[in-house]
């Protein structure tokens, strides 16, 4: 084993074709305001995946080339769980970086990422996460003014699935994380979902320090038509193990609330407005609340009545494609009684439920 200092930082980019813009990211990286190198520095590592280094390094800019690593790896997969497994597992620093190939970060945002999980011991430090024509990502959804030491329940942890930011290595190897390479999409669930909710000081970045999400590339890695069962394998897969099943019920009920809101309805939805909705999708549908309903608490009355009247659609057989997507487009128009109030008039300020929920993701 090398016995040369390790740098403080891994960034790791993985990237699966010559097409992405990957010499964008990479700039980005060399202008987050640390050095490149050891003792204080960042490594820039870019796993190519599934495509040969040579056509990578050609995309680099002539200045940059000696200063990243690049690394092959062929596993045969669209799956991004390869090369982000590949690269954590060749780090030595002290925290770990993803960036994807299509994104960037903010000037001086790594700096400024580090000294505070420097300063406070951080097991991660989560950034502001905008688009790139403009716009923000709002997850997590945190406590008003809260930007410092989160709680996963209280300040809505659950809504942040991507492992995009800073996190310490060590956190990462004592609990055994790894994205999940067997799911079509929601690899990076499990290891969030842990981290996250498994102790250790969490913070945000400051909102300047953000990353960007661009949508200028040609189609991420995860994107395309898949049954609904298994778009949702890995959130139904979590919601079954054992790992879920230890957790106290306010935790459960987050997690619940989260899959439930941004992973079933929004698949219910991307199915009807493309005109296909079949009685399998029903079932799968059917499936799913059983499992909640028996594993995540009352997560189920959290939801607003529009949302509810939707899942009963949905979940009940013969229902055709154009129903769903008009229950659909009514529990999308936020600010009506239907969009704000749960059916249990007990639930309604519940921090789950829409009033609070809506409210504190405008101040995100």
Partial sequence: MSSAPAPLVDVIIPVHTAARPVDRAVAAVLAGGLPVGDHGGVRLTVVCHNVGAALIRDRLAAEHRPLVDLVECFDGTRNPAAPRNLGLERSSARYVSFVDSD??????????????????????????????GGGVLRTP???????????????RLAYRTTSLGLLRREVLAERGLRFQGQYATGEDLGLTARAWFGGGRLDLAPRWAHYVVHDDADGRITRGPRPLAEDLEAFTDLLAGTWYAGLGTEQRTAIAVKVL???LLGAVHARASAGAWTGEDAGTCRAVLRLVGSVGGPALEMLSRADRDLLDLAA????????????????????????????????VLHREA??????ASLLV
């Fill in 103 to 132: 994104d960037t970060i903010a000037p001086g945002a790594m700096a400024a990422w580090t000294e505070i999980a420097e300063r406070h011991g951080s097991a991660a430090v989560l950034p502001r996460l905008v688009h790139g």
């Fill in 141 to 155: 959804v945190p406590r008003p003014l809260r930007r410092a030491d989160l709680d996963p329940v209280k300040d």
């Fill in 261 to 263: 809101r941004v992973q």
């Fill in 316 to 347: 009940r057989g013969g229902a055709t494609a154009g129903e769903v997507l008009r229950a659909s487009t009514r529990r999308r128009r936020f600010g009506r009684p239907a969009t704000l109030l749960t059916r249990d008039p007990r639930r």
């Fill in 354 to 359: 829409p009033l609070r929920f809506m409210a």
